[in-house]
């Protein structure tokens, strides 16, 4: 089943925390293997609200180790992954009822001081009764703030970081579970199973648990370990409506519940609306977005847009999971968003180390933390490297994406421009190794369509571990927002054969 018999660590859950664990591994001079049941990214990280940011409401929890790392974390992703994230600004409007003006002024004070910003601008007031930030918006909101943070495409990010890992030699193996794991003469021996149910096993010098939503499941069931500490599994789920406003900003709302919801641009033509905090006491493969949790975002978006939306006009939802480390809040989204990590008592046997909570703006800064605490069983590893690493396909250069694409239209000068565009985001500098020797559209195979065609396809197959048609669709691409059924089908067909 695997390359190798015995490895220096087995990762074990291939979303943003693992894929960066073994990523900061490798690069130490581990051998590492990652294993993930599913697709990489298939849940919490593919399901997230798509920002890279410090958290703004979680300075009035006092959480200012966390808001300061996330910020730091924020410059390094604009750095690392320029082709997956991008500075957007966001626009809060003002609601006396909820917030005093000075107390956001403070909060923003306070986040601007703590970024340290590079390449961000700051915070400031803005008048909403003007153009552009008044698009859309009820006419009663007449005074506002506006801040600097980021979006990424979430589930691109894990490719981007599992790529990067495999070319440091880490084997990865999507669709394969670690279904049994014992200590063995002062190493692990897991028993992998495939999608096919062929088993094997594999010997692991430490092993991490990076499993998520079902990291205490595999303390208790895989390694047969007790867990003195819980896990609260928060649902957050968001909506995709039809484009509510015109313009690039964010907006951040203030909720009568104290929350704040998130709308901003998504894709061609729509608007991204998130997220809730529910706590799911059943299983985490039961994650859904609810009808409650429709009307809630609706709800929200009615109170400060123009257009009323109704939970008939949800083009798209979809729902994550928040594995957080139990804290003790009766209130879901009071329980801290920062992680932990444990090294499980296994009497004495080799290192298991589990990873509870985080967030997608932080995972390098997790995994790095995570890597040192393995020091002591290999003393010999390297040191930290990868706060200036560029990830897979990140290495624009000085002109950045606006140069790539430049190069693009004088090499491809028959690319029409949104499927020059949406290359240049999704794969950076790798989208000349993806077209190769193509002369025409012809030479890029089967239209599916949106500009989806088979030479993209076949590469999320060969070389980025796509097996199903929602691999393509929800996760390599957004395409499944942009096809009709009919088109989704014949991706689906398509990648099943293919991969089969």
Known sequence: MTNRDSVDV???GGGINGAGIALDAAGRGLSVLLVEKNDLGGA???ASSKLIHGGLRYLEQYEF???AEALREREVLLNTAPHLVRAMRFVMPHVPQLRPAWMIRAGLWLYDLLARRDTLPGSAGIDLSRPPYNNGLQPALRKGFIYSDCWVDDARLVIAVARSAQARGVQIRPRTACIALRPDSGQWCATLQSAQGVTGEIRARCVINAAGPWAKKFLTDIAKLEVPFGLRLVQGSHIILPRLYEGEHAFILQNDDRRVIFAYPYQEGYTLVGTTDVELHGEPENCAATGEELRYLCRAVNRYFQREVTVEDVVHRYAGIRPLFDDGSNNPSQVTRDYALRLADSAGGPPLLSVFGGKITTYRALAEQAVDKLRPGFPQMGAQWT????????????GGLAGLQQRMVREYPW???AV?????????TNVGVLLGNAAGL??????FGAGLYQREVDWFIDQEWAMSGDDVLWRRTKHGLHLTPA???????YVEQRAS
């Open 65 to 67: 180790r966390l808001v």
């Open 442 to 447: 012809t030479g890029l195979g089967v239209d």
């Open 387 to 398: 706060q200036n690493a560029v990830l897979e396909g990140g290495d624009l250069g000085a």
């Open 10 to 12: 087995l990762v074990v």
């Open 415 to 417: 690319l029409p421009q």
């Open 420 to 428: 020059r565009v949406g290359l240049a985001h999704r794969h950076g």
């Open 487 to 493: 088109q989704q089908r014949a991706v689906t067909a």
């Open 44 to 46: 919490t990280s593919s």
